[in-house]
């Protein structure tokens, strides 16, 4: 039930996928520690490594594709809910999306024109000042505004080397009480069905050394 009058809801059909052609048991598979705050991420999901500092680092986040349209699949992404401005170190972001963030990860800040900028540490994140967006603040002042406009959002630094693709389907929490995930990272020797593989693009292909073949994907 989705609210106290009686009523059904069905939901929408997902159509089962299978991600390997090949052999699973030949893959190169590590562990892995997913960060929090992502929501669900399916199988089939280019992971990127958190490369800050301190924080979260070494923990993996969603890959971010190079296209910037505001259509993608990109469950790392925090999109601004205002225009950065210049001359501060803090950006507005939903208050559901500030739980992918830790006090200590580098924060980047990019759009469909301006080139990303790294913002460095984050110190703070206000989740109290608003109740429906909080302000994360990091070290480095913004030199170029990042509009809203211009599909603006905040991730975090290693967000676009992808490290490999996620085996099965995970849930990182997307509140206050996220956790993260434990799962199993592909590293390669394998062939994946390219239709299973969601924010997989060409610079992905490029850092994985991977070849689409037609529906497949071979992974070196």
Same mark, same amino acid.
């Given at each position: 039930? *989705?609210? $106290?009058?009686? @009523?059904?809801?069905? /939901?929408?059909?997902? $159509?089962? #996928? #299978?991600?390997?052609?090949?052999?699973?048991?030949?893959?190169? #598979?590590?562990?892995?520690?997913?960060?929090?705050?992502? /929501?669900v991420l399916k199988m089939g999901t280019a992971l990127a490594k958190n490369d +800050?500092?301190?924080? +979260?680092?070494?923990?993996?986040?969603?890959?971010?594709?190079?296209?910037?349209? &505001?259509?993608e699949v990109a469950p790392g992404r925090a999109y601004l809910v205002?225009?950065?401005?210049?001359?501060?170190? +803090?950006?507005?972001?939903?208050?559901a999306d500030s739980y #992918?963030? +830790?006090? &200590?990860?580098?924060?980047?800040?990019n759009d469909d024109t301006t080139a990303a900028q790294n913002l460095g540490a984050i110190t703070a994140i206000d989740r109290t000042t608003y109740t429906h967006m909080a302000v994360i603040t990091a070290t480095t002042n913004?030199?170029?505004?990042?509009?809203?406009?211009?599909?603006a959002y905040a991730t975090i630094e290693g967000y676009d080397t992808c490290v490999g693709i996620l085996e099965k389907t995970v849930d990182t929490g997307d509140d206050e009480n996220a956790a993260g995930a434990l799962a199993t990272?592909?590293?390669?020797?394998?062939?994946?069905?390219? &239709? *299973?593989?969601? @924010?997989?693009?060409?610079?992905a292909r490029t850092d994985l050394s991977a070849i689409a073949f037609g529906n497949f994907t071979y992974i070196k």
């Open positions: 039930m *989705a609210s $106290d009058t009686p @009523n059904v809801v069905y /939901g929408t059909q997902e $159509d089962y #996928k #299978k991600l390997y052609y090949s052999n699973p048991d030949a893959a190169l #598979k590590v562990p892995i520690s997913i960060s929090k705050g992502f /929501g +800050s500092a301190s924080g +979260s680092v070494g923990k993996m986040l969603p890959y971010d594709p190079s296209a910037i349209t &505001g259509a205002a225009d950065s401005g210049t001359g501060t170190a +803090s950006v507005h972001v939903a208050m #992918k963030f +830790s006090v &200590g990860d580098d924060l980047v800040v913004i030199t170029t505004s990042f509009t809203t406009a211009r599909h990272l592909i590293l390669g020797n394998c062939v994946l069905y390219t &239709g *299973a593989l969601l @924010n997989v693009d060409s610079a």
